[in-house]
C-alpha cells in the first residue's frame, strides 16, 4: 500500500477504538479541528455504522480499518499506508485485565482530580 500524504494541508491522527462510543465522538471533534483522523477498529464494542454516522456528521468520508489493535500485521498496513503526526488509543479495561493481568488502580474521577488539582496549583503549567 502507498502511503497517503496531504502535502501538509492537515495532520493524521490514528483513532484506535476510533467507532466506540468516545473514539466516534473524538474523531468528529477531530475532523472539525482540522485533522484528518483514521479509524482502526475491531468493532468489539461498537458497529460499523457507527463510521456511517461519524461521515453523516462530519460531511466526509472518514478512512477506517477493520482489524485488532493486536493485529501486528493489520497494524503494520495501516502505518505503512499513512504518515501519522499521532496516534489516539481507546481501549476496553476489562480486556487489558483479562489478557494481561493488569487493572488500573485509579479510575477516571481520580485521575481527573489529580489533574485539576495540579493545575490548579501550577496555572502557569509548571
Given at each position: 500500500m502507498d502511503k497517503q500524504f496531504y502535502s501538509g494541508e492537515g495532520r493524521h491522527v490514528l483513532?484506535?477504538?476510533?467507532?466506540?462510543?468516545?473514539?466516534?465522538?473524538?474523531?468528529?471533534?477531530?475532523?472539525?479541528?482540522?485533522y484528518i483522523?483514521?479509524?482502526?477498529?475491531?468493532?468489539?464494542?461498537?458497529?460499523?455504522?457507527?463510521?456511517?454516522?461519524?461521515n453523516a456528521v462530519t460531511g466526509?468520508?472518514?478512512?477506517?480499518?477493520?482489524?485488532d489493535v493486536n493485529d501486528r500485521k493489520a497494524t503494520a498496513e495501516v502505518?505503512?499506508?499513512?504518515?501519522?503526526d499521532s496516534i489516539i488509543h481507546f481501549a476496553d479495561p476489562t480486556k487489558a485485565e483479562h489478557e494481561l493481568g493488569?487493572?488500573?488502580t485509579k479510575s477516571l474521577?481520580?485521575?481527573?482530580?489529580?489533574t485539576w488539582s495540579w493545575q490548579s496549583q501550577n496555572p502557569a503549567g509548571y
Amino acid at each position: 500500500m502507498d502511503k497517503q500524504f496531504y502535502s501538509g494541508e492537515g495532520r493524521h491522527v490514528l483513532v484506535t477504538g476510533g467507532a466506540g462510543y468516545i473514539g466516534s465522538h473524538t474523531v468528529i471533534e477531530l475532523f472539525e479541528s482540522g485533522y484528518i483522523p483514521v479509524i482502526l477498529d475491531n468493532f468489539s464494542n461498537s458497529s460499523p455504522q457507527v463510521v456511517d454516522r461519524i461521515n453523516a456528521v462530519t460531511g466526509a468520508s472518514i478512512a477506517y480499518y477493520v482489524a485488532d489493535v493486536n493485529d501486528r500485521k493489520a497494524t503494520a498496513e495501516v502505518f505503512d499506508r499513512y504518515d501519522f503526526d499521532s496516534i489516539i488509543h481507546f481501549a476496553d479495561p476489562t480486556k487489558a485485565e483479562h489478557e494481561l493481568g493488569w487493572k488500573a488502580t485509579k479510575s477516571l474521577d481520580d485521575m481527573t482530580a489529580d489533574t485539576w488539582s495540579w493545575q490548579s496549583q501550577n496555572p502557569a503549567g509548571y
